[in-house]
Antibody
Framework: EVQLVQSGAEVKKPGESLKISCKGSGYNFASYWIGWVRQMPGKGLEWMGIIYPSDSDTKYSPSFQGQVTISADESVNTAYLQWSSLKASDTAMYYC?????????WGQGTLVTVSS | DIVMTQTPLSLSVTPGQPASISCKSSQSLLHSDGKTYLYWYLQKSGQSPQLLIYEVSNRFSGVPDRFSGSGSGTDFTLKISRVEAEDVGVYYCMQSIQLPPGTFGQGTKVEIK
């Protein structure tokens, strides 16, 4: 069974750093792109970027380039999304999803709250 | 960037009645490989999105056959032949012909009358 399990909810202050994770199982993790999606409160879905774990080829949506870093560790079947300096506007639910054309399997989401 | 435009943005449907959602892209989603990279998702309240339809008209594993997708080029439609209570949520179309890494429509909220 394909599963993507994300790390738990986070509450951070503006300016703090954060790294959230997405662990895949039940398939060959290295052979599928993993993407990250942002959903701000009450809003729609936005692709942030995708990574191919076997060679770490990473593509960012223009809106997120330079704002976040996407990485992956094939040895532990895990993809990451990180911020070096959070802003209140980063408050959102973040989903990872397996990509090959479609996004067929999704993680359960990680809620990130940034508040002073 | 390819812009995906869904209509309507909300829909109230009587159980057992059909429903239809339109999605238009600002550029053709037909790739030179012959595939059209248009997908439909449903996000139920408090849940992750789930894939319903891939490449315009193919139902994903486990998706009931009351869901169907059609269209070509830039115009696409998701139809629910007989809406059930469990179909409520927000429906999104998505294109992945243009990377990185694709774009979603604004979403269509479906509720039951």
């Amino acid at each position: 069974e394909v599963q993507l399990v994300q790390s738990g909810a986070e509450v951070k202050k503006p300016g703090e750093s954060l790294k959230i994770s997405c662990k895949g199982s039940g398939y060959n993790f290295a052979s599928y792109w993993i993407g990250w999606v942002r959903q701000m409160p009450g809003k729609g879905l936005e692709w942030m970027g995708i990574i191919y774990p076997s060679d770490s080829d990473t593509k960012y949506s223009p809106s997120f380039q330079g704002q976040v870093t996407i990485s992956a560790d094939e040895s532990v079947n895990t993809a990451y999304l990180q911020w070096s300096s959070l802003k209140a506007s980063d408050t959102a639910m973040y989903y990872c999803a397996r990509r090959r054309g479609s996004a067929d399997y999704w993680g359960q989401g990680t809620l990130v709250t940034v508040s002073s | 960037d390819i812009v995906m435009t869904q209509t309507p943005l909300s829909l109230s449907v009587t159980p057992g009645q059909p429903a239809s959602i339109s999605c238009k892209s600002s550029q053709s989603l037909l790739h030179s490989d012959g595939k059209t990279y248009l997908y439909w998702y449903l996000q139920k309240s408090g849940q992750s999105p789930q894939l319903l339809i891939y490449e315009v008209s193919n139902r994903f594993s486990g998706v009931p056959d009351r869901f169907s997708g059609s269209g070509s080029g830039t115009d696409f439609t998701l139809k629910i032949s007989r809406v059930e209570a469990e179909d409520v949520g927000v429906y999104y179309c998505m294109q992945s012909i243009q990377l990185p890494p694709g774009t979603f429509g604004q979403g269509t909220k479906v509720e039951i009358k």
